[in-house]
């Protein structure tokens, strides 16, 4: 066995211990349950972290836990102590690698890592039913699987394919593939691609973590207005409406979804930026609440939050609120697992500003909490 590969082997099995409690094999809880840990993904080349009080809100700053990556992209396991990251350098071959979470001080630990076979590796997702984690690369415009093993350590890369296409903008020269969403009936995987005007539906197999082409005379794939740029997609509830936040144009669209016939159809595209906005639109990311009954947008172009309310029989949105995200340059948020509070990443301001959301209107109020991370631009949550 190579030195690295015994490195490998006893961080899994020092991983395992921690994951599994020897009688019952039940998830071990920190100390307090009321924490959790907050990772911070940025242009730079560490992974931050900070540490929420989720009764208070009170933040603590943690302090960089990892360093030699370009970790644009971070994404929690939602049960085990692990967190992915991606090294999005636009000029080499992508990867994600896995770090298992010390949940008592926040220090993060190599596992492994693996290469995604595209460049600028800038979005993951993991759908947890068939265990594969899906990675965008911008760069390259293609989209990768990989295997993920039970203990929460990355498996073998698995398929990619590689997207065409290109739009009006300077942007769009060429295919830009930005996230990928494995959706409810486990048959397809959507695929905003920002350069193509599209959203690629490709499909997926959850036994063998393979992606497979849109091939044949009448393709899945959704096309989009010239100069969209389609960014990132939100499923509602109950999956049978797409959110699909387009970045050149800062508009919402709400997309039907056929499961059945791996089709989208639009119903209606909501725009995000205020009336008689003269500035550069952007949009940089969407969620639905963990309730399903409210969308929140991040609207780069404005430094602002949008709150809508989500009609579930229509999938129609109805503005809630607008307001400011306390920071410039506005590039991802999360929603902790209590669904209390939301933490925004401020690129250019070099913030993390933390804003509590009320259950019953959906809406956000400023906590005047922040932390002071170099360009943070992706936020992920580990209790």
Do not use: C
Not at 163 to 178: C, D, F, L, M, V
Not at 290 to 301: A, K, S
Not at 331 to 342: Q, R, Y
């Amino acid at each position: 066995m190579t030195r690295y590969g015994m490195v490998v082997a006893i961080v899994l099995l020092m991983l395992s211990a921690v994951i599994y409690s020897p009688g019952s094999g039940a998830a071990t809880l920190p100390k307090n349950p009321q924490t959790e840990l907050v990772y911070v993904g940025t242009q730079g080349s560490q992974i931050h972290a900070l540490r929420i009080d989720t009764s208070t809100g009170k933040l603590t700053m943690i302090g960089p836990v990892a360093e030699g990556l370009r970790p644009t992209w971070v994404l929690a396991h939602p049960e085990l102590p692990i967190l992915y990251a991606v090294d999005d350098e636009s000029a080499k071959e992508g990867s994600v690698t896995a770090y298992a979470v010390n949940r008592e001080t926040g220090a993060l630990t190599k596992v492994n890592r693996v290469a995604t076979k595209g460049n600028g590796t800038t979005n993951l997702s993991l759908d947890m039913h068939s265990m594969t984690l899906l990675a965008a690369n911008y760069n390259s415009g293609s989209v990768s699987s990989i295997a993920v093993n039970r203990n929460g350590s990355l498996g073998p890369f698995v398929s990619m394919i590689q997207e065409t296409g290109s739009g009006p903008n300077k942007r769009q020269a060429s295919a830009h593939a930005h996230s990928a969403t494995v959706d409810p009936s486990e048959r397809y995987a959507l695929v905003p691609d920002l350069g193509a005007d599209r959203v690629f539906v490709y499909g997926f197999d959850p036994a063998t973590h393979e992606l497979t082409p849109d091939g044949g005379p009448d393709p899945h794939s959704f096309a989009l207005p010239p100069g969209s740029g389609p960014r990132h997609a939100a499923f509602g509830l109950n999956g049978q409406f797409v959110y699909l936040l387009n970045e050149l144009t800062a508009e919402i669209m709400v997309l039907r979804w056929d499961a059945s016939q791996g089709r989208l159809t639009q119903v209606r595209a909501v725009q995000t930026s205020s009336d008689g906005f003269k500035g550069i639109k952007s949009g940089a990311e969407v969620a639905v609440s963990h309730d399903g009954r409210f969308l929140y947008v991040e609207n780069r172009g404005e430094n602002a939050i949008v709150v809508y309310r989500v009609n579930p029989d229509s999938g129609e949105l109805s503005l809630v609120q607008r307001t400011s995200s306390d920071g410039n340059k506005p590039w991802g948020f999360a929603i902790d697992s209590s669904g209390k509070w939301l933490l925004v990443a401020n690129q250019q301001s070099g913030t993390v500003h933390e804003f509590s959301i009320d259950p019953a209107s959906g809406m956000v109020s400023d906590t005047r909490q922040s932390a002071d991370v170099p360009a943070p631009v992706s936020i992920a949550f580990v209790k």
